[in-house]
């Protein structure tokens, strides 16, 4: 009877219930030392998992479902840690491995390749995923458009691959980060070099490094010196080349998903804002926060057809 009860309130109500509940439930575990010892880690884990596979979305019409599948989840990774001991310590050591076996030098040029190509592999995983479930087709922002073919994708991959053995190596070595300057036409510079990343209109998730090799050694220099100037340690770079792949991953997902973990972000730029971009050219143009386009006035036409598409589709929930 009380189940029946809790499924026939409004779905605002239920995730009230839901989450009180699986606050109950984490309080309750906390007054076990063990557990409590090791809860904001496990909440760490969790949030790292979620930002590489993110089911949430699945759950978007059954949104009270959300408290309950995440405190599984941490209670799960808590125990792990309980039984196992913290990850931290698992990591620890393979960083006291590898730094006692190799080079700095070794460690900072052939040691962040192979971190960026699995970063690669494994942050196009979800992506894949998400193109084959049928329930998250109606998040898909150009709908007129098919998925991309597997033979796109490889396409991709094939010059992502390329792109990281034989222009961000060298770049990362020193060897090729001496660029010289011309005074170029803004049109000639898009024509020659980024269009090649516009090639797919409707961009997907590795569309994110489909770029000339011009660009990628602009952006790769940009990124460098940032990490020489603000950073003193090989971790806080890779730390900071893990968000970066995250957030311009998502932005050229083809997918506006809810219940994305990005969507807590203030002034995000996201795949809707992105996938203008790609569709059209013509605005919409800052990589990661909007007030940039705000500030500049280049989200006129964006805002446009946001209010155009919004007025469609309540006009065909009516």
Same mark, same amino acid.
């Given at each position: 009877? /009380?189940?029946? !009860?809790?499924?026939?309130?409004?779905?605002?109500?239920?995730?009230?219930?839901?989450?009180?509940?699986?606050?109950?439930?984490?309080?309750?575990?906390?007054?076990?030392?063990?557990?409590?010892?090791?809860?904001?880690?496990?909440?760490?884990?969790?949030?790292?998992?979620?930002?590489?596979?993110?089911?949430?979305?699945?759950? %978007?019409?059954? !949104? =009270?479902?959300?408290?309950?599948?995440? *405190?599984?989840?941490?209670?799960?990774?808590? *125990?792990?840690?309980? %039984?196992?001991?913290?990850?931290?310590?698992?990591?620890?050591?393979?960083?006291?491995?590898?730094?006692?076996?190799?080079?700095?030098?070794?460690?900072?040029?052939?040691?962040? @390749?192979? =971190?960026?190509?699995?970063?690669?592999?494994?942050?196009?995983?979800?992506?894949?995923?998400?193109?084959?479930?049928?329930?998250?087709?109606?998040?898909?922002?150009?709908?007129?458009?098919?998925?991309?073919?597997?033979?796109?994708?490889?396409?991709?991959?094939?010059?992502?691959?390329? +792109?990281?053995?034989?222009?961000?190596?060298?770049?990362?070595?020193?060897?090729?980060?001496?660029?010289?300057?011309?005074?170029?036409?803004?049109? +000639?510079?898009?024509?020659?070099?980024?269009?090649?990343?516009?090639?797919?209109?409707?961009? /997907?998730?590795?569309?994110?490094?489909?770029?000339?090799?011009?660009?990628?050694? !602009?952006?790769?220099?940009?990124?460098?010196?940032?990490?020489?100037?603000?950073?003193?340690?090989? !971790?806080?770079?890779?730390?900071?080349?893990?968000?970066?792949?995250?957030?311009?991953?998502?932005?050229?997902?083809?997918?506006?998903?809810?219940?994305?973990?990005?969507?807590?972000?203030?002034?995000?730029?996201?795949?809707?804002?992105?996938?203008?971009?790609?569709?059209?050219?013509?605005?919409?143009? @800052?990589?990661?926060?909007?007030?940039?386009?705000? *500030?500049?006035?280049?989200?006129?036409?964006?805002?446009?057809?946001?209010?155009?598409?919004?007025?469609?589709?309540?006009?065909?929930?009516?």
């Amino acid at each position: 009877l /009380f189940w029946k !009860v809790i499924m026939a309130m409004p779905s605002k109500h239920k995730l009230f219930i839901s989450g009180l509940l699986a606050s109950l439930a984490i309080v309750t575990l906390c007054a076990d030392a063990r557990v409590r010892s090791n809860a904001t880690e496990g909440l760490f884990w969790v949030v790292m998992l979620l930002t590489v596979f993110n089911p949430l979305s699945l759950m %978007a019409d059954r !949104v =009270y479902l959300v408290p309950p599948f995440l *405190l599984l989840c941490w209670i799960a990774v808590v *125990l792990c840690q309980v %039984a196992c001991g913290s990850p931290m310590l698992v990591v620890e050591s393979l960083w006291r491995i590898m730094t006692g076996r190799f080079s700095l030098f070794a460690i900072a040029v052939f040691g962040s @390749a192979i =971190y960026h190509m699995t970063l690669t592999g494994l942050l196009n995983i979800w992506p894949i995923m998400m193109q084959n479930i049928p329930s998250l087709q109606k998040y898909k922002i150009q709908q007129s458009k098919a998925p991309p073919t597997a033979h796109e994708w490889f396409h991709v991959f094939t010059h992502i691959g390329a +792109s990281q053995l034989l222009v961000q190596l060298p770049l990362i070595t020193g060897a090729a980060t001496s660029i010289s300057t011309a005074r170029v036409d803004a049109r +000639s510079i898009y024509r020659y070099v980024h269009k090649v990343h516009h090639t797919y209109t409707s961009p /997907f998730a590795p569309d994110a490094e489909y770029e000339h090799p011009v660009e990628t050694v !602009v952006l790769g220099t940009g990124f460098f010196m940032a990490c020489m100037f603000f950073t003193n340690h090989l !971790v806080t770079m890779w730390a900071w080349l893990y968000v970066r792949l995250l957030v311009t991953y998502d932005s050229h997902a083809g997918y506006d998903l809810p219940l994305s973990l990005f969507r807590l972000i203030p002034f995000y730029n996201g795949s809707r804002e992105h996938d203008w971009h790609h569709q059209f050219f013509n605005g919409m143009y @800052a990589p990661t926060f909007t007030y940039w386009d705000e *500030l500049f006035g280049t989200n006129a036409q964006f805002k446009e057809h946001e209010s155009k598409r919004l007025a469609f589709q309540e006009e065909k929930a009516k």
